[in-house]
């Protein structure tokens, strides 16, 4: 039925002849009864999700506390406690949305839903691992230490869950030695069980969690390396990038995960047995191993040479001892002097790299493989489907698809704009649909009053190569707004001429432009750069700069320009100023709102109306100091900014300086101001943010380390992280599983919770 009939159903039950005389008088009674329909149609709905409301799977939001209260489940913190970012609203009406909040992991729905499951089994190890990855969304896998003690055996009760003596000539259990999947035995540690210490001991079980996420990414180029024509990079970028193993749950429900099933890189001498292990097989063996093959198949990383799939062996079929590997493990860094012997490729998973035998004749690489990453930031292969723009809001949309195009869709993003130029640039959608990259020449001239956005379809990141390293904007088009959504950009963004508004949606503008192949950034050259003069006339007085879950480049815009807008970004300095004017290093930009972001370097605003849970890595300078605030920030010593609230380390001093004054005035002391300096100096020693990497292209890029100072990894409004990864919840995630372990874990144990990344 269409919405219309539904709309005048009341009304068509009327007979005919009071319609008649309804349309006669102009449809006075057709009007009142649309009104009396519409709350109908309310008190029906309502009606129907009553019984909904009696089963946690399909009750309203409202109700799962009430169910949870019948099952005695202590809710935990989740989403719904998350308020929405009213910035984010306003600035991104166009996208499907309209839900623009961050995924948290934890589903209260679930955990209530899953409470009667859980007690069940309480007390069970397989179901205590099952549990942390549950209440985290981590990779998890538990271990309780007692089994892993050294001890002198009973003949009549032996054990042997542990290896006493360690086989040093057994390369990949020695290589698992004090990790999460350690099978060695160990002296007792008497200590309470923390990230370093204490596991080993008759009352502790450990929790290992993988903070890191493992990403897919399928059929995409590999990048060859510039010294030999048969070296390769697993990147499309030709930086080292470990190999991440893909999430899988385990095999079987009541045992415990193994290293196949938790999202963490790849061990060089896990892979070597992995291949050793596929050899001794009996023929007839599979196409795949454990780890390499393709993924449907249960694979973590796969290459393809020449379009066709390269298999572990020349011949899987042949007996061991003729046995003729294909795949083999070997370390390429630094890249060996020669090229490999035979039809082989070798791989070394730990730096992401490849070398081609000699046995081939010239290849063109493919590869599938699973990267690692924080979260759901920048360009990647994750769902953001209610970050793309509305397609309906569109005049147009073009799909580009580098091989094997379908009638319609082009094969280069080149042909895609020229389409849209011979249309008379209209309102636009350009989506990209694979991982593969794109070496193109890309100048863009936006239309006045006309939108054009090149976007990544959903689950999908292209490598957006530009041929003169940057993708340019041109020409005078005020009213005009570009926007570059789920692109992995190897360069920067150039507006040469007047534009209204560009948007950055989870992308990345590579900070250096491109890198090297030790991983390190090719250049100082800005992400954004946007032209202030032209031939001598102020321009991009209305440009406006929005950037959401981005990670960019050095950003340089006019000082006059309108605003400036960073929501759950990473802007990277790469050694020099990360935010300034264009053509200065210590200009300011205009008029500035922050939120959730991490900024590497110093950066000058001319005004700062927001900036909420920020980690700024360098001074911040600001012009107009009377209007704004800064909250729950890290600000460096020595910044000028509006008025702060809760930022560290000021808070910290000031809480420091109030006590030892108090303490000064029992004992009838007055503190100096050498003394009230020196506690400042001591604490912005220690309260300092520092990160598992500050380099572009590494797994544990910007996350914060584990000993990090509490304030800064709780100093957020809602006691999550500051910077970037705050929309994570990683806090509250770790609260969430304490919480839950409290009431699941058996009486005398002692739980230590872990983090491998």
């Known amino acids: 039925m269409s919405n219309n009939n539904k709309m005048f159903k009341i009304y068509e039950l009327m007979p005919a002849v009071y319609r008649e005389r309804d349309a006669a008088e102009g449809y006075p009674l057709r009007a009142l009864l649309q009104i009396i329909q519409e709350q109908a149609d309310i008190l029906h709905t309502d009606i129907r999700q009553l019984w909904d409301d009696y089963f946690i799977e399909t009750c309203s939001p409202w109700v799962i506390p009430y169910i949870g209260d019948l099952v005695s489940n202590n809710l935990l913190y989740d989403a719904s406690r998350i308020e929405p970012s009213k910035i984010a609203e306003e600035l991104f009406r166009d996208l499907t949305g309209p839900d623009l909040l961050p995924d948290m992991a934890i589903r209260v729905r679930a955990d209530v839903a899953k409470t009667i499951y859980y007690r069940r089994r309480k007390g069970i190890l397989p179901m205590l691992e099952e549990l942390a990855r549950d209440v985290t969304g981590w990779g998890a896998h538990a271990v309780e230490f007692f089994r892993l003690l050294e001890w002198t055996q009973n003949l009549n009760h032996l054990r042997f869950e542990a290896e006493d003596c360690i086989d040093l000539r057994n390369i990949e259990k020695v290589d698992r030695l004090d990790g999460a999947f350690d099978i060695w035995s160990h002296t007792v540690d008497v200590r309470h069980p923390v990230q370093v210490e204490g596991w080993h001991n008759i009352m502790n079980i450990g929790f290992f969690l993988w903070r890191l996420q493992s990403y897919p990414l399928i059929h995409a180029q590999a990048r060859q390396s510039d010294s030999e024509s048969w070296r390769y990079h697993f990147s499309p970028l030709g930086n080292p990038a470990p190999l991440f193993n893909a999430w899988r749950r385990e095999g079987d429900e009541s045992g415990l995960?193994?290293?196949?099933?938790?999202?963490?890189?790849?061990?060089?001498?896990?892979?070597?047995?992995?291949?050793?292990?596929?050899?001794?097989?009996?023929?007839?063996?599979?196409?795949?191993?454990?780890?390499?093959?393709?993924?449907?198949?249960?694979?973590?990383?796969?290459?393809?040479?020449?379009?066709?799939?390269?298999?572990?062996?020349?011949?899987?079929?042949?007996?061991?001892?003729?046995?003729?590997?294909?795949?083999?493990?070997?370390?390429?860094?630094?890249?060996?002097?020669?090229?490999?012997?035979?039809?082989?490729?070798?791989?070394?998973?730990?730096?992401?790299?490849?070398?081609?035998?000699?046995?081939f004749a010239d290849s063109e690489i493919n590869v599938s493989y699973h990267y690692g990453f924080s979260a759901n930031m920048g360009g990647g292969t994750y769902e953001r489907g209610k970050w793309m723009i509305d397609p309906s809001l569109s005049d147009l949309q073009l799909f580009v698809q580098q091989d094997s195009p379908p009638p319609g869709t082009f094969s280069t993003i080149g042909a895609a704009l020229a389409e849209w130029t011979n249309r008379s640039k209209p309102n636009t959608i350009i989506t990209i649909l694979d991982n593969r990259t794109y070496i193109e020449q890309l100048d863009i001239e936006p239309a006045d009053y006309a939108w054009l956005a090149i976007e990544a379809a959903n689950n999908v990141r292209p490598h957006i190569q530009p041929n003169d390293g940057h993708i340019r904007i041109t020409g005078t088009h005020t009213d005009a707004t570009v926007t570059l959504s789920g692109l992995l950009v190897e360069g920067g963004v150039e507006v040469d001429g007047d534009l209204g508004m560009l948007r950055l949606i989870h992308t990345t503008l590579v900070p250096g432009r491109s890198l090297n192949e030790d991983g390190l950034p090719a250049t100082t050259d800005p992400g954004v750069l946007v032209a202030d003069n032209d031939t001598g006339v102020n321009i991009n007085a209305n440009f406006e700069l929005h950037a959401a879950f981005s990670i960019i480049g050095p950003i340089r815009m006019p000082e006059h320009a309108q605003k400036l807008y960073l929501l759950d970004c990473i802007v990277d300095g790469v050694d020099s100023s990360a935010i300034s004017a264009t053509g200065s290093t210590d200009r300011p930009v205009p008029s500035t709102t922050i939120e959730r972001t991490t900024i590497f370097g110093r950066s000058f605003y001319r005004s700062l109306e927001l900036a909420t849970e920020v980690i700024f890595i360098g001074l911040v300078t600001t012009e107009e100091r009377h209007k704004g605030c800064v909250r729950f920030s890290?600000?460096?010593?020595?910044?000028?900014?509006?008025?702060?609230?809760?930022?560290?380390?000021?808070?910290?001093?000031?809480?420091?300086?109030?006590?030892?004054?108090?303490?000064?005035?029992?004992?009838?002391?007055?503190?100096?101001?050498?003394?009230?300096?020196?506690?400042?100096?001591?604490?912005?020693e220690w309260l300092v943010p520092t990160f598992t990497a500050e380099d572009y292209g590494k797994p544990g890029y910007s996350q914060l380390r584990i000993n990090v100072p509490v304030h800064i990894r709780t100093g957020a409004e809602d006691g999550s992280e500051m910077g970037a990864f705050c929309h994570l919840k990683q806090t509250q995630r770790e609260t969430n599983l304490r919480i839950r372990l409290e009431e699941y874990l058996p009486f005398g144990l002692v739980p230590g919770i872990i983090y491998v990344t």
């Not at 796969?302 to 001892?321: F, H, K, L, M, Q």
């Not at 109030?658 to 009230?676: P, V, Y």
Request: proline share 9%; hydrophobic share 30%.
């Open 634 to 684: 890290y600000v460096p010593y020595g910044s000028q900014t509006p008025r702060r609230y809760r930022c560290q380390p000021d808070f910290e001093i000031a809480k420091a300086i109030r006590k030892a004054k108090d303490l000064a005035k029992d004992d009838g002391i007055t503190l100096s101001s050498s003394d009230l300096d020196e506690i400042s100096d001591k604490i912005r």
């Open 257 to 359: 995960s193994t290293e196949l099933h938790v999202p963490g890189p790849i061990r060089p001498a896990f892979f070597y047995d992995d291949l050793r292990r596929y050899r001794l097989q009996e023929p007839l063996r599979s196409d795949v191993t454990d780890l390499y093959g393709i993924f449907d198949q249960g694979g973590s990383f796969y290459i393809e040479r020449n379009e066709s799939g390269v298999n572990p062996a020349i011949d899987p079929a042949a007996t061991p001892d003729l046995f003729e590997p294909q795949i083999v493990c070997q370390r390429l860094s630094p890249w060996p002097a020669t090229q490999p012997t035979g039809q082989i490729i070798a791989v070394d998973v730990e730096h992401g790299r490849i070398a081609v035998g000699n046995g």
